[in-house]
């Protein structure tokens, strides 16, 4: 039922994936029996050498590469039942997805209305995302893209909530500039060598970075540690926070959280697919969306370089705003217009075992 042309498809709608660094880390393998088709997603030995406290960070952007095959599937007319695996290990595979024809076409038309912004979803890294501001009824569609996911909800920021949220990205964003571990993995995924104009199919272009033309030679030079360590002495890591994050999240039209009643492994993968969802959602919509991710991510014990009072202040804080529940991604969205250099993909030739 699964032949190798389709198969491709699926791999195809998979590489336009967002994930860490713009590189993936799973394979595709098509298993065929008979009448039974499943797609394994297996871990590469890139992430099976990651820090097991970034692996939610990765489990992100799995499940939205599965969330990017379910929705392909939807669109060639089968039904994907997804299923998780209990870790992630040498051999195991982080997913399978069970593909089938669905003769009764029940649900496939709410996921393959989505398809068309799979290549057309962006990061869209604009400092003002414009109002107007998201009403209840339009809030209410993108919460319904939830419903699939026991455990996971949308957790919007509206005005009375907005100041200490934003106070707390702007906490995560200025600790990222301020620690050498975490300073090394902003920066170690950009490529430097593209130039401003270029892009690339892996890893970052600086051109997608969304930083203004004057301020490019300063920021490249934040890229070197001793110069970073010394700023940060002074200060200098709280300065750059406020235009990293203080500033664009105060010019967001909408902020959205995506929080989960449970904090394991499947958790963050449907974290993942909730969050592709919303993305092509918000596409649809002509937003512009960017993830605000460290103020999530670095809530959580377990993140390597997080400073423990930093770690501390955030739980803290979102235990204001989501009381026990578990903040796992964050997006901004607004009015922007679209980056002038994007991030490529790589061919799904290479996404495939």
């Not at 995924?189 to 203004?212: Q, T, Y």
């Not at 423990?308 to 901004?332: E, T, Y």
Request: glycine fraction near 10%; proline fraction near 6%; charge should be positive.
């Amino acid at each position: 039922m699964i032949d190798d042309a389709l198969f491709m498809r699926l791999a195809n709608a998979a590489v336009w994936a967002p994930t860490a660094e713009n590189r993936h880390f799973v394979k595709l393998r098509l298993e065929r029996d008979g009448e039974r088709n499943v797609i394994l997603v297996m871990p590469t030995s890139v992430l099976l050498q990651e820090d097991t406290g970034r692996m939610p960070l990765h489990c992100l952007g799995i499940g939205a590469l599965v969330e990017n095959v379910v929705i392909q599937a939807a669109t060639e007319g089968l039904h994907a039942e997804v299923r998780w695996g209990g870790k992630v290990s040498s051999g195991e595979p982080v997913a399978h997805i069970e593909l089938a024809r669905d003769a009764s076409g029940r649900g496939l038309p709410k996921l393959s209305r989505l398809k068309p912004y799979i290549e057309q979803r962006v990061t869209n890294r604009a400092v003002r995302m414009a109002p107007p501001a998201l009403d209840s009824l339009q809030r209410m569609t993108f919460d319904e893209l939830t419903t699939d996911f026991d455990g996971v909800r949308l957790k919007w920021i509206l005005s009375g909530e907005k100041w200490p949220f934003v106070r707390m990205g702007y906490s995560a964003e200025s600790a990222r500039f301020a620690n050498e571990g975490l300073h090394r993995e902003m920066f170690s995924g950009i490529r430097w060598s593209l130039g401003w104009s270029s892009s690339s199919d892996e890893g970052l272009p600086p051109g997608a970075l969304g930083i203004e033309r004057a301020a490019r030679p300063a920021f490249k030079l934040l890229r070197h540690w001793p110069l970073m360590k010394a700023l940060s002495i002074v200060g200098g890591h709280r300065l750059i926070g406020i235009r990293a994050a203080l500033i664009p999240l105060l010019m967001s039209a909408d902020l959205v959280v995506i929080a989960s009643d449970h904090d394991g492994l499947s958790d963050w993968l449907n974290a993942g697919r909730v969050m592709q969802r919303v993305w092509l959602h918000g596409t649809s919509m002509n937003r512009a969306i960017q993830p605000v991710a460290a103020v999530a991510l670095y809530a959580h014990k377990g993140f390597p370089g997080v400073a423990p009072d930093v770690c501390s202040s955030l739980q803290a804080g979102w235990r204001a705003i989501l009381g026990d529940k578990v903040p796992m991604m964050c997006l901004r969205m607004g009015g922007a217009d679209a980056p002038t250099v994007r991030a490529g993909r790589i061919c799904p030739d290479k996404l495939v075992d």
